[in-house]
């Protein structure tokens, strides 16, 4: 995983995390959206993003060594949460280097690289995104609740938690469910007094009270997001068993320990997953399906505990055994990993055979396309084009602030329709200030110049007058 922030392979969302840090650098009290040239607030900007942006501005650094800075602080955020949270559960001295094992290998032979999923090819693609981040601060949540509520610390420890979880669900708001269940869990399964569930609201309301105050957008008008979230998630409804498979076992793991206490608090986390999952499947809010690793979490987590946790001493060995298949399983699955940071004619050729290349950047147009100039692009250019400082006319991605978002995409859409005259496009590119279009050679039109050719036979064109 060091190796890949070194790599930083490029797929995703990564250019819509650098280009928030490029706006953040620019201006931290109104950076504006970040894809478009528009003054709308972004969910983007969160407070861990404020910090990236802040040490980019402070330092002069490039935009891509603050998110692998960023990424190093994540992933130790991560690995120390895990450790921390298991521990609560198990002093078994191996539960966390198994824990770890199983949350980032347990998944299935198809690849799901999603942010805010743990599996190591997600993982390696992954690893500057905020959600990385958020996830270790839950691991950390889940750990600091858990053993408050063994204790009879007072209200101090309380509002901090609830400033933690308010945290969690700015930096990442899908992450931030997983965290809410996993808390909702450990406190059902504490079986807390009245004092205690006082104390718990009280760091509720303090964690509310935070989420409204937070400049930069409105969190609870995300809850009015719009379809296009919806569409955008559906294929995580898709190809389950591929996907998940190897945590079946898991899930064996968690009926032995419903089995020795119906209150287990892995439990009663993957239950809640299990219903939140399955109700945004069968109501068509697909966004729901962000909150799989709140099943996954605790399944992959069981499966783990029970190799030190079971009864008899050849029933863990038994155990053990097969997870240590599933592991080798896992391994191989997402063993085109490996390609992101070796190159790919290094490895085997079974191996090589399951590297996915990683996106190639738009860094060719920097030396024309300065900052804040708008580039008339195609959705997958759009995705990257924001990383480097120039805005597109429509943004790669929904955007819940963004209000003639369905007029921009309907204007790329009808600039690059081949039945389009050129006056008409003309016309386009002066309503959005466009200064420059990527595109083949066959976009080209008499009040375009040539400027360079890219990767895949794009070409960059300057608008004339």
Same mark, same amino acid.
């Given at each position: 995983?060091?190796l ?19 706006r ?14 528009a003054?709308t ?8 993003m404020l ?6 501005r402070l330092?002069g ?5 603050? @998110?692998?800075? %960023? =990424?190093?602080?994540? /992933?130790g *955020? !991560?690995f ?5 949270? $298991?521990? +609560?559960?198990?002093?078994?001295r ?16 198809d690849?799901l ?9 997600s993982?390696a693609?992954?690893?500057?995104y905020?959600s ?8 950390h ?13 007072g209200?101090?420890r309380w @509002?901090?938690? %609830? =400033?933690l979880w308010? /945290?969690i *669900? !700015? ?6 469910? $997983?965290? +809410?269940l996993g ?6 399964a ?7 569930l006082?104390?718990?609201?009280a ?30 998630h559906?294929s ?6 591929g ?11 968690? =009926? ?12 009663l ?35 783990a505990?029970?190799t ?10 038994g ?12 391994a191989?699955?997402q ?8 190159p790919?004619d ?5 191996l ?16 024309w396309?300065?900052?804040?100039d708008v ?9 990257q ?5 120039p805005?597109t ?25 081949a ?8 016309a ?9 279009v ?7 039109e008499?009040?375009?110049r040539?400027v ?13 007058g």
């Amino acid at each position: 995983m060091l190796l890949a922030v070194v790599r930083l392979p490029w797929a995703g969302d990564l250019g819509m995390h650098a280009a928030t840090v490029q706006r953040l650098r620019h201006s931290l009290l109104d950076p504006g959206n970040p894809l478009v040239d528009a003054d709308t607030p972004s969910p983007y900007y969160s407070p861990w993003m404020l910090v990236l942006g802040c040490l980019a501005r402070l330092t002069g650094l490039s935009v891509f060594t603050v @998110l692998r800075i %960023g =990424a190093l602080v994540g /992933l130790g *955020l !991560l690995f120390s949460g895990v450790w921390r949270y $298991v521990r +609560t559960l198990s002093a078994h001295r191996a539960a966390p280097a198994l824990a770890v094992l199983c949350l980032v290998l347990l998944w299935g032979p198809d690849l799901l690289n999603w942010s805010g999923f743990l599996g190591l090819n997600s993982l390696a693609l992954t690893v500057a995104y905020p959600s990385v981040f958020a996830l270790g601060l839950s691991f950390h949540f889940w750990a600091w609740l858990a053993i408050t509520l063994r204790t009879t610390d007072g209200w101090v420890r309380w @509002l901090g938690l %609830g =400033a933690l979880w308010a /945290l969690i *669900l !700015l930096c990442h708001q899908f992450t931030g469910v $997983v965290a +809410t269940l996993g808390a909702l869990a450990t406190v059902l399964a504490a079986r807390p007094a009245r004092q205690v569930l006082l104390r718990a609201g009280a760091a509720l309301v303090v964690g509310v009270v935070l989420l409204g105050l937070w400049p930069y957008y409105d969190f609870f008008a995300l809850f009015s997001a719009g379809a296009g979230l919806e569409a955008i998630h559906r294929s995580l409804y898709s190809d389950l068993p591929g996907r998940f498979g190897l945590a079946l076992l898991g899930v064996v793991a968690l =009926a032995l320990r419903w089995r020795r206490d119906h209150r287990d608090p892995l439990v009663l986390f993957f239950v809640l997953g299990v219903l939140l999952f399955a109700a945004g499947g069968l109501t068509g809010h697909y966004s729901w399906g962000r909150a799989a690793p709140a099943a996954l979490i605790p399944a992959q987590l069981a499966a783990a505990l029970e190799t030190v946790s079971a009864g008899r001493r050849a029933v863990r060995l038994g155990w053990a055994c097969v997870l240590a298949a599933a592991l080798v399983v896992g391994a191989w699955g997402q063993a085109g990993m490996l390609g992101y940071v070796v190159p790919r004619d290094a490895l085997p050729g079974p191996l090589a055979a399951k590297y996915r290349p990683p996106w190639v950047g738009y860094h060719w147009i920097t030396p024309w396309v300065g900052y804040g100039d708008v580039v008339m692009a195609r959705t997958m250019p759009a995705r990257q084009i924001p990383a480097y400082g120039p805005y597109t006319v429509a943004p790669g991605y929904p955007d819940v602030f963004l209000p003639d978002q369905g007029d921009r995409d309907a204007a790329v859409e009808r600039y690059f329709a081949a039945d389009t005259s050129s006056d008409a496009r003309r016309a386009i590119a002066r309503r959005y200030g466009v200064r420059w279009v990527i595109g083949p050679a066959a976009d080209a039109e008499p009040w375009l110049r040539r400027v360079t050719t890219g990767p895949a036979g794009q070409v960059l064109y300057e608008v004339r007058g």
